[in-house]
């Protein structure tokens, strides 16, 4: 088991080393929104005077600026984009023969589904970073650009490789469920973007908190999005006073929940396609 | 002997209505090569489907190395070995790649698995490409790349889906020199489907000609010929209304075995053709039947294909004689020289 994992992973990667344009796109969008909306969306232009400053920091959740809350939030978009390619890869796959001639080998449906949500999880874990270390870089270009105000402790390090871990878990089991279940790529990419949106701007990755209506935010609280970039934001701004009710653990378990479930989700379906056909 | 494939009943039906494999019955010797000849949409390849465990029956029993393929998919796949009428082969890896991937995927010893890849690099001829992206080989490359991966793990049964689909003569003649060399090694069975009558018939032990999902002939290509009765020679007569007369003056020559007509010629089976020409056109000459042409042909599997299903062989249609008779030269050529 742990051999046929290890081989079938090592292949995953070796494919998308060899294929880089798909980091590369991967990489567009949030790099689109942070370089064109995070620059253009300043909020802080609006919010004059200390009062005004002050109720701009309590709308995001005692975040420095707008583009440091909005950074993290893009940190976390980036699982979205990044996983989206693994679930296309299995289509491709079963088009081009080659999960026909897997399916012949005495390979289990789990590992052949374990190999790929493991290749697809590192992917978007680095580009997370990458996202949050060109933030930062934007910053010291003299752009709007991320400003972490806490003191980063291990614990707190920990937790946010957790989010971003987690979160990439979830979105890869997602998208290589729908890659199981969905024959033609036309129609994975169809099902894929009525997705992608809709769980963006249902987080609380781009909007204020402080400016979402209360049944918005009862929605964005259990989005996964909102749940990682909240253990990112816990731990990269701190204030005088804590802006959330909830420290990152608890954030993490609701995290770990979307993902067990989607993990589930996904061996039941990636089974049901690699089973003898009926 | 011991039967390596032993097969009762099998059947596949699509949406309850479209019968591709009718109950079909056969069973294989350990170390025979025992080919599957049918035209396409035959039913041979969703019996391969069946047998290496990647499709579910309809109905039916299948037996292969003495497990029950149905009972135990995952067993049977660590026995046999898979080749597929299409590349299946990663085209984002290197050759040796895709082999240690297969080798890791079928549990071969680690020890074992440099040596054997070498191995098999060397002898299938794409050593010298081995750690080439596979997406830059040839067809005849990437179909012996197929091959290796589908033996790495020395299976005790090779099923090959129409392996030589698509390549040259020269490469079809190629793949079979391979596979008769791995079976001379190794001592494998190989369940081979195919339509192509002349590798069919350099190749198998055995051969099962399947239509419409039934199987309607069984023997060795020998035995099938001589179902036929000997030779066949084909007369055309020169007005097409002078057929019923021209067989009836034909079936009274002596030696004739029987006379059919078919799309105005007239088929007389017989021993030896060749004696039997100038007797044949001397009754049609009697009896007033003017001829537009005679031709003797030796017994093939086209002829017996042509016996058994009442029509000619669907996919040769586009083939012109010359591609075949060169097929079957390079196919006869390999066969006699792995024999060697």
């Known amino acids: 088991m742990m051999r046929e994992l290890s081989a079938l992973t090592r292949r995953e990667l070796l494919r998308l080393a060899r294929n880089p344009q798909a980091l590369v796109t991967a990489l567009l969008l949030p790099i689109l929104y942070l370089l064109l909306f995070g620059q253009a969306f300043n909020l802080g232009a609006l919010a004059s005077g200390p009062g005004g400053q002050a109720a701009l920091i309590l709308s995001i959740r005692g975040a420095p600026t707008y583009f440091s809350y909005f950074s993290a939030g893009m940190a976390g978009f980036v699982a979205v984009t990044a996983t989206l390619f693994i679930g296309a890869n299995v289509i491709f796959d079963r088009l081009f023969g080659v999960l026909k001639r897997t399916s012949a080998t005495p390979a289990t449906a789990t590992s052949i589904f374990g190999s790929r949500l493991i290749a697809g999880s590192i992917q978007p874990i680095g580009l997370a970073f990458l996202v949050l270390g060109l933030s930062l870089l934007l910053g010291k270009l003299g752009l709007s650009g991320l400003q972490v105000t806490a003191a980063l402790t291990p614990v707190g390090a920990v937790e946010i490789l957790l989010a971003v871990v987690i979160l990439s878990l979830m979105f890869a089991s997602l998208f290589l469920a729908i890659g199981f279940t969905i024959e033609q790529p036309q129609s994975y990419f169809a099902v894929v973007n009525a997705i992608n949106l809709p769980v963006l701007l249902t987080s609380a990755a781009l909007y204020p908190w402080g400016t979402m209506p209360a049944w918005f935010r009862n929605v964005a609280s259990f989005n996964p999005i909102t749940l990682a970039v909240t253990v990112i934001r816990e731990n990269l701004f701190a204030g005088a006073t804590s802006f959330y009710p909830y420290g990152p653990a608890v954030y993490l378990l609701g995290l770990l929940g979307w993902a067990v479930a989607m993990i589930v989700l996904a061996i039941l379906l990636a089974r049901r396609a690699l089973a003898p056909q009926k | ?340």
């Open chain 2, 1 to 340: 002997m011991t039967q390596a494939i032993s097969v009762e009943g099998l059947a596949k039906t699509y949406n309850g209505t479209v019968k591709a494999v009718d109950g079909v019955s056969f069973a294989v010797d350990a170390g025979e090569a025992y080919g599957f000849l049918g035209p396409n949409g035959a039913g041979k390849t969703t019996t391969v489907s069946m047998l290496t465990a990647l499709l579910a029956p309809t109905a039916g029993h299948a037996i292969v190395d003495g497990i029950d393929v149905f009972a135990d998919p995952a067993s049977i796949k660590r026995r046999i070995g898979l080749v597929f009428q299409e590349s299946t082969s990663d085209s984002d890896l290197t050759g040796r790649e895709n082999l240690q991937l297969a080798a890791a995927l079928f549990g071969v010893p680690r020890r074992e698995v440099a040596g054997r890849i070498d191995n098999l690099l060397e002898k299938l001829q794409i050593a010298d490409a081995a750690d080439r992206l596979t997406k830059t080989y040839s067809g005849g490359m990437r179909r012996r790349l197929e091959l290796a991966v589908g033996i790495i793990h020395s299976p005790r049964v090779l099923f090959l889906d129409e392996p030589t689909l698509g390549l040259d003569p020269q490469g079809r003649a190629g793949f079979w020199r391979y596979v008769q060399e791995l079976r001379k090694e190794h001592g494998m069975t190989v369940f081979v489907t195919t339509h192509y009558l002349d590798e069919a018939d350099g190749i198998c032990d055995r051969i099962a000609i399947i239509d419409h999902g039934h199987i309607v002939a069984t023997g060795s290509p020998s035995e099938l010929k001589d179902r036929l009765g000997g030779d066949v020679v084909t007369v055309r007569p020169a007005l097409a209304d002078q057929a019923l007369a021209a067989q009836a003056a034909l079936a009274h020559v002596p030696g004739v075995v029987s006379v059919t007509p078919q799309d105005g010629l007239l088929r007389v089976k017989c021993p030896r053709g060749e004696e039997l020409v100038p007797r044949l056109v001397e009754a049609c000459d009697k009896a007033g039947i003017g001829l537009a042409g005679v031709s003797l042909k030796r017994p093939s599997l086209d002829e017996v294909f042509l016996e058994f299903t009442g029509r000619e062989f669907r996919e040769d249609e586009g083939m012109t004689a010359t591609d075949r008779a060169v097929r079957i030269g390079q196919v006869q050529q390999a066969w006699g020289r792995s024999r060697r």
